[in-house]
């Protein structure tokens, strides 16, 4: 299946096309995308993926991805708002959380794909963890130096590029993507950046 990713992201070029066997990826050439005003993940993926339809004369599905960070302490945020919250990101966030005991944090992925004949397909993940004390890895991108997946005692900057393309919230989403594209796709929603009211989701495990 031929598919463009809506994003200038290689990073996330490089877990997906792991994560989606089968597929072949390459990502969306545009100058800009469209602004994040969507009030959930799954929006503003559906978004990415209907400005890729319309920029791009290929027939082949659009893939939309967006994704955040979401911390327990700052009551689920910076979430949606991830690559836009702070120029010092992390320095931020470790401020925000310096002496708190509650560390826990999750990265989640929403998926959608577009079909040339306006079909369908979703898919959502999540990777549980906690917010280090300070940074450690070279490896990944955003808040992989701070974050500590559950059961690890590794930052994901330092499990490495190898180990998030098989156990991030992206390849969690990309597996339930995959699942939902062996099902029957269903019929685009026409309603412009709204989601369906019953979308064929499937959801990536969890933790
Ligand atoms: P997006 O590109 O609009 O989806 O923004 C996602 C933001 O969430 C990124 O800029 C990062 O700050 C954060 N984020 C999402 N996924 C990851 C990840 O895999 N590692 C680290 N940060 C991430």
Redesign the pocket.
Known sequence: MRAVLC?S?AHKLAELQVALPGWELELLHADEYPE?IGESYYENALAKARFGRGVSPSAAWMLG?????EVVALRGGPGLH??RWSVR?IDELLERLEGAEDRRAR?V?DLVALGPECQELRGTGTLEGAIGKERRGRE?????PI?VPIGESRT?AELGDAWKRSN???ARAARALAEAAASEPRTCSLRPGRPPRSPRASTGETS
């Open positions: 994003s992201n994040e991805e967006d994704s955040g960070i991830s690559s990101w990265y992925c990944g991108f955003g808040y992989d974050f994901v991030s919230h992206r």
